[in-house]
């Protein structure tokens, strides 16, 4: 059985930073795709960030791109997601998910972490 579990949400204010961690078990995914999403509500969800541990590739949406960095130990099988200069458009449930490389989509996903940025 996979489990991703985030921590590392809180109540912060603009221009304040934050570290998520996102701690996977089950197996070995020395070759899969780690990423951040996340969701605010009324909106849908979207993709933040993810690192490809087989070519050790990140990826950034254009909103956070320059504020957020993603990184990880596959060793640990944990990714970070280290977010800078936080704006309270940035407030939402942040999930981890993991993307097996034979598949286009995220098979697993952790339950949330709650990151509210207040102005």
């Known amino acids: 059985q996979v489990q991703l579990v985030e921590s590392g949400g809180g109540l912060v204010q603009a221009g304040d930073s934050l570290r998520l961690s996102c701690a996977a078990s089950?197996?070995?995914?020395?070759?899969?795709?780690m990423g951040w999403f996340r969701q605010a509500p009324g909106k849908e969800r979207e993709f933040v960030a993810a690192?490809?541990?087989?070519?050790?590739?990140?990826y950034y949406a254009d909103s956070v791109k320059g504020r957020f960095t993603v990184s990880g130990e596959n060793a640990k099988n944990t990714v970070y997601l280290q977010m800078n200069r936080l704006k309270p458009e940035d407030t939402a449930v942040y999930y981890c998910?993991?993307?097996?490389?034979?598949?286009?989509?995220?098979?697993?996903w952790g339950q949330g972490t709650q990151v509210t940025v207040s102005s």
């Open positions: 998910a993991i993307r097996p490389p034979w598949q286009n989509e995220y098979a697993y």
């Open positions: 089950g197996r070995t995914f020395s070759s899969y795709t």
């Open positions: 690192i490809n541990w087989s070519d050790g590739r990140t």
